[in-house]
């Protein structure tokens, strides 16, 4: 008989803009976890019949925002107040 099982957990704050607070994009607060367990079993039943029996299990829970408030950033609020240009017709 053989058991095994695993959990890892991590995190990551990769910003990839530059900008910092609500600002910031990347890979902000991101979150992960893997599960994985297994169990296995051999028998001999007799000289010429074996059986091995296995059951597995393998999660993996990703949590990634993609910055504090994603695409809810006002421009102004970050110092860029240029103004639109004109559209083309």
Known sequence: MYSYYEWQKGTENRNQNGFT????????????????????VTHVFS?????DFKAS???LR???????LADA???ASIGLTMPL????R
């Open 85 to 88: 240009p004109d559209t083309t």
């Open 47 to 51: 000289s010429t019949l074996l059986g």
């Open 62 to 68: 990703y949590h990634h925002p993609d910055g504090n």
């Open 73 to 75: 950033v006002d421009p």
């Open 21 to 40: 607070g609500v600002a910031a994009k990347g890979n902000i607060n991101w979150t992960r976890e893997n599960w994985v367990a297994t169990q296995d």
């Open 57 to 59: 299990f393998h999660a």
